[in-house]
T-cell receptor, first 108, second 112 residues
Framework: QQPVQSPQAVILREGEDAVINCSSS?????VHWYRQKHGEAPVFLMI?????EQKGHEKISASFNEKKQQSSLYLTASQLSYSGTYFC?????????FGTGTSLTVIP | EAQVTQNPRYLITVTGKKLTVTCSQN?????MSWYRQDPGLGLRQIYY???????DKGDVPEGYKVSRKEKRNFPLILESPSPNQTSLYFC???????????FGQGTRLTVV
């Protein structure tokens, strides 16, 4: 029931865009996105609660297709501070499942 | 300051010696969880609690116990640790299951 993320890793130059995908085999109530920097705890980015809803602020946004049980995280005009591992999280029931993560590295 | 506090941050122990990792939150959150993080496997939920005295198994509960006697505390107990429980552990709390989760700083456990 762990959601599948793709790609596993991506390297960007500053200013480039990236998309991280998250797919679940189970019906979802919500999708969460977190970022974890090396040696630190995960930090919340956003939650999407309804199908098709797009949320975000500044240059990081996400969409959630409830029917397809998929979510995508969009990072535009990437900055060095965006580097880290991104996790999606899903809750098909009372349990919570995180994906295996996408390592994103932004280079100058 | 709103926070989740885990202790200890680092722990090296021997196989079979019982240990407890403490977790406390000061945000009056209902939902609390324990996760373990292993390379390539992401974060996997061990146990969760919907409220006081209500706990349930997550994805990888074998070898662990929890209790939720008070709303703020959610300790993780390893009755007889084994080397395959060597991992990075995170406690997290959120108002409800589908709201923003706040994580503790993590406990790096090594069982030899």
């Amino acid at each position: 029931q762990q959601p599948v993320q793709s790609p596993q890793a991506v390297i960007l130059r500053e200013g480039e865009d990236a998309v991280i995908n998250c797919s679940s085999s189970k019906a979802l109530y919500s999708v969460h996105w977190y970022r974890q920097k090396h040696g630190e705890a995960p930090v919340f980015l956003m939650i999407l609660l309804k199908g098709g809803e797009q949320k975000g602020h500044e240059k990081i946004s996400a969409s959630f297709n409830e029917k397809k049980q998929q979510s995508s995280l969009y990072l535009t005009a990437s900055q060095l501070s965006y580097s880290g591992t991104y996790f999606c999280g899903t809750d098909p029931g009372n349990q919570f499942y995180f994906g295996t993560g996408t390592s994103l590295t932004v280079i100058p | 300051e709103a926070q989740v506090t885990q202790n200890p941050r680092y722990l090296i122990t021997v196989t079979g010696k019982k240990l407890t990792v403490t977790c406390s939150q000061n945000m009056n959150h209902e939902y609390m969880s324990w996760y373990r993080q292993d390379p390539g496997l992401g974060l996997r939920q061990i146990y969760y609690s919907m409220n006081v005295e209500v706990t349930d198994k997550g994805d990888v509960p074998e070898g662990y116990k929890v209790s939720r006697k008070e709303k703020r505390n959610f300790p993780l107990i390893l009755e007889s640790p084994s080397p395959n429980q060597t991992s990075l552990y995170f406690c997290a709390s959120s108002l409800y299951r589908n709201t923003e989760a706040f994580f503790g700083q993590g406990t790096r456990l090594t069982v030899v």
